[in-house]
């Protein structure tokens, strides 16, 4: 049987990792390019399941599923392709603020925005201010996302960009949250760049700040 | 009285408080080496108009602004400062070589992030005793708890008697960097304004005037001498800030756009009930980033004196400032004869490049000859005897007419370039005669035949261009000011929607702005330009009398105004936390952390604005308790925080007068 990217992408969306693996494999044998087989397997499959999720026609343990899938042939591919084939679009780092240690959504963010290119940098839950400000120093991203679940750890965030300000750090660098509790007021109030209510619309509003 | 020493004049104004009017006015050339100079030679051309003798007499106060700090800054000026930084380090270029760092300061909630530690700071301290003559002391995140900086401060008195300035008191914006760096110009700033001030107060005597002396700050409002001489940093950018106070009080319009022409640059501020907007990013000066309220100023460089240069067929409106053709051959006739050679003659045997045609050069100064290539010797000893056209210049030193390398001359200001301005083609138009028409004519002659245009077309396609280029800037301006940054020309989707409201071009549909604000025009030849650019905005237009002392105006008519905020949050171990700019406090109860905000903040308030000079003081305390709502219903609205906004305004003190005070909640 020859290799198809449709069958690919659906074993993608229903989160085969087994299947995605051994499909992958026989791409790679097949001689197909690893570049289309991110770009026209992995990243449509995706956005579809981006699409579906931001609908309520799949849900949380679905998408981490397709996601993780994903992974699986993507450590595959990635060997094989050569430096500079796939563009990297932009640097983003991600964490769950002060007192809080929820990671699920900031996980899923994390994998939606990686299949969309980028690369992300996951610092962990719990995290002081200082340590967003070693970060932003280290890796110099062109976006910092932060997280939170609860409405007492919120509050973190608005110190979290209070201290980028005293760094020196804000200017230049785009600032997006989410999190359950959080709203797009909130977002304005704290001086926040962007906020995505959910993991689908947190690529699209990466994409966002990245182009503006 | 009102003094302003600008960058090219001094101007005086005196102002009559009651009936709200100048009475009289004057300028003199400001003396950069020594301004009270252009500041006598300004009172003594006031002195001079046969004023009613008790008008001098009876001066009651004296405002001055002046660009002396801004200029210290830029040139380096200024005494030797130490800095010391407590609980972090500092990254990027800081304007003094005595920087030293100790344990200590606070994180965002204010708690210590470490413990000062006192060993450390007085070996600090000792190491550079003698060395400086003030030290800045800035703390991290001392704007939350300024404990650190004033327990430093104490110690610094002891062991050096020197003043002492704490990043805390000049600010409460959060930036460690931008902190730090205006405390040490801030210190810096120390003897240069004292001396200002002492030499100022001499020229007073010498007129009997024993009034007040106040000087202006960066939003425009006014401080005392021993405030000035505490925080000269404030004085920065005053000028501009003193000219918007200056055009509210001649108009008596309270919200406007300021535009003030000059003759390299237009400045384009908006006045929002009767106060400059400010930059909430902090003044910048002399490429330092500090956090001194300024007023918002978008500069751009076109003006009267903006070379009109042609390339590729296309005209093009300065940054560069030229000489005025008109002023050139004004000053040296036989320039007038080169310029018709170049007409006659010269323009069809060869194109330049990297210049125009038209382009003269006359020789400012003597250099020092030892720094100059043998080419530049050359150009110095051609141009010693007299100005030339670069035809000329070209015949003389034997090389293209292209290649002779005068930009780095005109660059370290030893040679003068005069081209074609907006100022010469007001006098080919004729509303301006004031040099000579014939040297402006003559130069649009031969940039008008580069366009393949005649005179008449030329002159008024390039004042249009002006004007637009004007409008142009009064929108970026206006841009600028909601948060917009990217240039309006170049933004590819915006450019067509400009472009039309502009009227460069008409092509499919028609675009229209209409500005809800009238603008202020002032500055030279703002009655030529601007009722062409208030037509383009859709808008009126207002040229108050006296305008080209408006700055003058804005010190002697200024209030004095002090502001600060004090924040109260929830405190992670329950109740409330005080931010506040002389300390940090905690509160069980978010009603008693208010009421102590507001008493003690009223108090200190009071205290300042006297201190500044103020008298009939506005207090006002207005509290904004700060909720977001979060995206669960169910929940209740999220507290963040409670913001005390405690603002002192009052007029300035005039001579024999005591102090006073009211309260407004």
């Known amino acids: ?212 | 009285m009102g003094i302003d020493t600008g960058g090219t004049y001094t101007d005086g104004v005196l102002v009559d408080l009651s009936s709200q009017l100048v009475v009289a006015k004057s300028k003199a050339r400001t003396t950069h080496e020594n301004l009270t100079v252009g500041i006598k030679n300004c009172l003594e051309i006031l002195k001079s108009q046969s004023l009613p003798e008790e008008l001098f007499s009876n001066i009651k106060l004296v405002a001055l602004s002046t660009t002396l700090a801004t200029n210290a800054i830029v040139e380096g000026k200024g005494g030797e400062v130490g800095l010391l930084l407590l609980g972090h380090g500092l990254e990027g270029p800081i304007p003094t070589s005595h920087v030293m760092e100790a344990p200590g300061g606070h994180d965002i909630k204010g708690r210590e992030k470490q413990e000062l530690n006192l060993q450390e700071v007085r070996r600090a301290l000792l190491a550079m005793k003698g060395k400086i003559d003030a030290l800045a002391v800035s703390g991290y995140l001392s704007v939350r708890n300024p404990v650190h900086e004033l327990m430093v401060r104490d110690e610094a008195q002891k062991i050096l008697n020197i003043p002492v300035v704490c990043a805390h008191q000049l600010t409460t914006a959060l930036g460690f960097y931008e902190r730090s760096v205006t405390a040490v110009l801030n210190a810096r700033l120390l003897p240069t304004i004292a001396e200002l001030l002492e030499s100022v107060r001499k020229v007073l005597n010498i007129y009997g005037i024993e009034a007040p002396l106040m000087v202006v700050k960066g939003d425009g409002s006014l401080m005392s001498e021993s405030v000035t001489r505490e925080k000269p940093i404030e004085t920065i950018l005053s000028g501009p800030a003193a000219s918007i106070i200056g055009a509210t009080f001649l108009t008596g319009r309270k919200d406007a756009v300021v535009v003030d022409i000059g003759g390299t640059t237009t400045d384009v501020a908006s006045l929002e009930a009767g106060k400059p907007m400010l930059n909430p990013e902090g003044a910048a000066v002399g490429g330092l980033l500090t956090r001194v309220n300024a007023a918002r100023i978008s500069t751009f460089g076109v003006g009267g004196d903006s070379e009109l240069w042609v390339e590729k067929g296309e005209l093009k409106i300065g940054p560069q400032r030229v000489w005025p053709l008109s002023v050139g051959v004004n000053l040296y006739p036989h320039l007038l004869d080169e310029l018709e050679h170049v007409w006659t003659t010269d323009r069809k045997t060869k194109e330049v490049s990297g210049g125009q045609p038209c382009d003269c050069y006359i020789l400012l100064r003597q250099p020092d000859m030892d720094n100059l290539s043998p080419m530049e010797k050359q150009l110095i000893e051609i141009l010693r005897i007299a100005p030339h056209n670069i035809f000329k210049i070209a015949a003389f030193s034997g090389k293209d007419v292209s290649m002779l390398g005068l930009k780095s001359l005109v660059d370290r200001e030893i040679v003068a370039r005069a081209s074609l301005t907006p100022t010469d083609l007001l006098h080919v138009r004729g509303d301006y005669s004031q040099w000579d028409c014939r040297g402006a004519e003559v130069g649009a002659r031969i940039q008008a035949w580069r366009l393949k245009r005649d005179l008449d077309q030329f002159t008024n396609q390039a004042l249009k261009a002006v004007e637009r280029r004007i409008a142009g800037v009064i929108l970026q301006s206006l841009l600028n000011d909601i948060g917009y940054r990217t240039d309006i020309l170049k933004e590819p989707l915006l450019k067509p929607f400009v472009e039309r409201v502009l009227g460069i071009s008409t092509e499919q549909f028609q675009c229209m702005v209409k500005l809800d604000k009238p603008i202020i025009a002032i500055g030279a030849p703002v009655e030529n330009f601007m009722p062409q650019v208030a037509e383009l905005l859709n808008t009126e237009l207002i040229i108050p009398e006296h305008a080209e002392v408006a700055n003058a105006v804005g010190a002697a008519t200024g209030q004095v105004m002090e502001q600060f905020d004090i924040l109260i949050r929830p405190s992670p171990e329950g109740g409330f936390i005080i931010h506040a700019p002389w300390e940090r406090k905690d509160f069980l109860e978010l009603a008693d952390a208010v009421d102590y905000a507001a008493s003690e903040g009223e108090k200190y308030i009071l205290h300042s604005a006297q201190r500044a000079g103020a008298v009939e003081v506005n207090v006002t305390v207005t509290r904004e308790d700060v909720y977001s709502n979060t995206s669960q219903r169910w929940e209740e609205e999220l507290f963040i925080e409670t913001r005390i906004e405690v603002m002192a305004v009052g007029r300035p003190q005039w001579q024999d007068e005591k102090q006073g005070g009211q309260k407004v909640c």
């Open chain 1, 1 to 212: 049987m020859m290799f198809s990217f449709e069958e690919v992408q659906s074993a993608v969306m229903a989160g085969e990792m087994d299947k995605v693996v051994e499909l992958t494999r026989k791409a790679i044998e097949e001689k197909l390019q690893p570049v289309s087989i991110i770009n026209e397997g992995y990243i449509p499959a995706m956005n579809v399941v981006g699409k579906r999720f931001k609908n309520g026609e799949m849900f949380v343990p679905e998408v981490l599923m397709a996601a993780r899938s994903m992974n699986a042939g993507m450590e595959l591919v990635k060997p094989l392709l050569v430096e500079g084939e796939v563009q990297v679009k932009g640097t983003i780092l991600l964490g769950t603020v002060k007192g809080d240690l929820h990671d699920i959504g900031k996980n899923l963010v994390g994998m939606m925005i990686e299949s969309g290119g980028y690369v992300v940098i996951d610092l962990g839950t719990d995290l002081e201010p200082e340590k967003f400000v070693e970060a932003v120093k280290e890796y110099k991203p062109e976006i910092v996302g932060m997280s939170a679940l609860l409405t007492t750890t919120m509050l973190a965030m608005k110190e979290t960009i209070e201290v980028l300000k005293e760094e020196g750090l804000r200017d230049g660098l785009k600032i997006m949250i989410g999190g359950a509790p959080v709203s797009k007021e909130f977002a304005d109030e704290i001086d926040a760049d962007g906020y995505a209510p959910d993991a689908a619309s947190a690529t699209e509003l990466v994409e966002k700040l990245i182009n503006a």
